[in-house]
């Protein structure tokens, strides 16, 4: 008899109160989920990134990585408010249940341009939500360490982060 597969379920968003772009994940992986830290495995890229676009140190706490996002006008969330998935890979998410982004959209208007945090991100955000007219919508390669791709090639697509948030 096969094991029913847990039901799990994401984290709120770190969102600043004036946040003009949004960086959304899939879900968390296992390790994030036993922390309840976003990006919380040790290879994943997502933080080391982060401070070099902001170019500041990469805090060594939870609690300073969430205020990095909040004071550079970042918000940063999961599309999947929950689903059923064996380990952390994204092509085992089934069943996902969107977080609430109307909700999300109306109480922070100044949202200007959404990152994907790879392509199972995107694919989850196209299928099960309505975007708001004129936000912009732009994949990222994964900071995962499951997507094998140099770091140099990994920081210099995530500059477009940056980039939007200087304009």
């Not at 039901?7 to 899939?26: C, E, Q, T, Y």
């Not at 170019?55 to 599309?79: F, H, K, M, Q």
């Not at 299928?127 to 140099?150: E, I, Y």
């Amino acid at each position: 008899m096969l094991t029913p597969v847990e039901r799990i379920v994401s984290f709120p968003p770190i969102i600043a109160p004036d946040a003009r772009v949004l960086i959304l994940g899939s879900m968390p992986g296992v390790e994030s989920l036993r922390r309840a830290e976003y990006y919380a495995h040790p290879r994943n890229a997502f933080w080391p990134i982060m401070a070099e676009l902001l170019r500041t140190e990469s805090p060594a706490d939870y609690a300073g990585r969430c205020r990095l996002i909040r004071e550079n006008r970042l918000a940063l969330w999961d599309v999947c408010g929950s689903c059923e998935r064996e380990g952390s890979l994204d092509q085992r998410i089934r069943e996902p249940v969107p977080n609430d982004f109307e909700a999300l959209f109306v109480e922070h208007k100044g949202i200007r341009q959404i990152f994907f945090n790879g392509a199972k991100a995107e694919e989850l955000f196209r299928r099960l939500v309505a975007a708001p007219k004129g936000v912009g919508l732009t994949r990222l390669p994964s900071t995962s360490p499951a997507h094998t791709m140099r770091y140099e090639e990994k920081i210099a697509a995530w500059r477009a982060v940056a980039r939007a948030l200087e304009s």
